[in-house]
């Protein structure tokens, strides 16, 4: 297991793993978990991806958030929890570190190696990006008016 991320209501989590028979060939598992039934609800296979960075869902719950990179490119996915299927998708130059919905669901903060990004959460259009260098992490304040940025080092 390598990263999980709990429900805004704790009754399920993401559940991000590893699997495969070596590390030179594997798939990225992101699993979602019922807590209450001990059940899986979903189960995402990404095949072709060096390293899922970030999951994370919206609010009310019906779509996650997956950032990837595999040969050098990011790439941020955004999924129908009630079937599996990938509803957007868009690539960086580099990694993308990772992303957090707003509260509405309407806007994704986006951090990926230099900048920060400020997208919509339904078509991912761009709304606003911040350059900076080495971003590790952002937060939406409170009221989701402005953010809060991580600096720092990979390594």
């Keep these: 297991m390598d990263m999980i991320h709990w ?4 009754r399920r ?3 991000m793993s590893y699997e495969g028979e070596s590390w030179d060939s594997f798939d990225v598992m992101v699993r979602v978990w019922d807590v209450i039934t001990g059940t899986e609800v979903l189960a995402l296979r990404l095949s072709n991806v060096e ?3 970030g999951v994370d869902w919206n609010r009310d719950e ?13 790439v941020l996915r955004v999924w129908d929890m009630s079937n599996g299927k990938e ?9 993308v570190a990772g992303g957090t919905w707003t ?7 986006i951090w990926a190696g230099d900048m920060i990004q400020i997208r919509d959460g339904d078509s ?8 900076d260098e080495n971003v590790v992490g952002a937060v939406w304040n409170s009221d989701e008016s402005r953010f809060s940025v ?6």
Excluded: A, Q
């Design 124 to 131: 991912l259009e761009e709304k606003f990006t911040v350059l």
């Design 51 to 53: 390293e899922v960075i």
């Design 103 to 109: 509260t509405s669901g309407r806007n994704l903060l």
């Design 150 to 155: 991580l600096v720092g080092f990979w390594g």
């Design 87 to 95: 509803l957007l998708s868009m690539h960086f130059e580099g990694y």
């Design 13 to 15: 989590f993401l559940l």
């Design 62 to 74: 019906p779509r996650i958030l997956t950032g990837s990179f595999h040969d050098g490119t990011g």
């Design 7 to 10: 429900s805004e209501n704790v």
